[in-house]
């Protein structure tokens, strides 16, 4: 058995998300699509997260099983690339002769929200858009607060598929990219179904004064679903990078 590893890029705009789903396009079916069509195998594509509806990628890392290679290594991202949409991109892909899930073997995800406000026609399809303009010296001296092992209960969605809730989070910052725009990054062991856009939306939310730092540490010590916030748009989130052990690495971003 042959595990076939990529790295894939996307615009999620005009997707469902990554995973498929009955009437709906996905990144995830579009891969699988384009392997049937290149080699008439049909092959099951698992990606390391499942990207909600107009979230974006720079490094979904997507894994699955070959039972016998049928194009080359150093052909596949050209042939698959040749006939995806333009939207989505294989930057890396690689032939593996031991076993690699995608998902399982991950360590850590790396997560950022692109934020602003005053957007132009085109980069509001990619920036999550405020109406009003945002503190940056807010956003920054709150971000530390979510660092460490905590219970994100409180900053996600419910997800029956999550048996575990806790997270350590080991970056959390923001850097202002224009006067206008800024970059929030963060890293983790494992991340919860809406918790980048939650952990975002209440930043806004604590920039703009709707809610204190108090608040938000109790939020924190007192896991439920019960709090009142904002969730960030969507548009503005992009999944940076998956970290696997050192041998997976070399291999999937060298």
């Known amino acids: ?39 008439g195998q049909k092959i099951s594509i698992i990606g390391s997260g499942r990207t909600d509806s107009g979230v974006h990628s720079f490094g979904q890392v997507a894994s699955a099983n070959l039972e016998q290679i049928l194009i080359p290594e150093e052909k596949v991202a050209f042939a698959l690339n040749s006939i995806l949409p333009k939207t989505i991109r294989i930057k890396n892909a690689k032939y593996l002769n031991f076993e690699f899930h995608s998902r399982f073997d991950a360590v850590s995800r790396e997560y950022v929200y692109y934020l602003g406000w005053h957007l132009n026609v085109f980069n509001r399809r990619i920036i999550g858009e405020q109406n009003r303009e945002i503190d ?38 923001w850097t202002k990219l224009e006067h206008n725009i800024f970059k929030y990054h963060i890293k983790s062991n494992h991340f919860l179904y809406g918790m980048v ?50 041998e997976i690495n070399e291999i999937l971003y060298s």
């Open 136 to 173: 940056f010296h807010k956003l920054s001296e709150i971000a530390p607060i979510f660092l460490g092992k905590n219970d994100f209960t409180s900053l996600s969605k419910n997800n029956p598929d999550i048996k575990n809730n806790i997270c350590i989070i080991e970056e959390s910052n």
């Open 1 to 39: 058995m042959i595990t076939l590893a990529m790295v894939v890029e996307y615009d999620g705009t005009d997707f469902s998300g990554w995973q498929i789903q009955p009437n709906a396009s996905t990144v995830q079916e579009s891969l699988q699509n384009a392997w049937k069509k290149i080699t």
């Open 197 to 246: 856009r939650a952990i975002v939306g209440v930043m806004i939310d604590y920039s703009a004064g709707k809610i204190s730092k108090e608040e938000i540490e109790y939020m924190l010590q007192n896991p439920k679903r019960e709090y009142n916030f904002t969730f960030a748009k969507p548009n503005g989130l992009y999944l940076y990078r998956v970290n696997y052990n050192t």
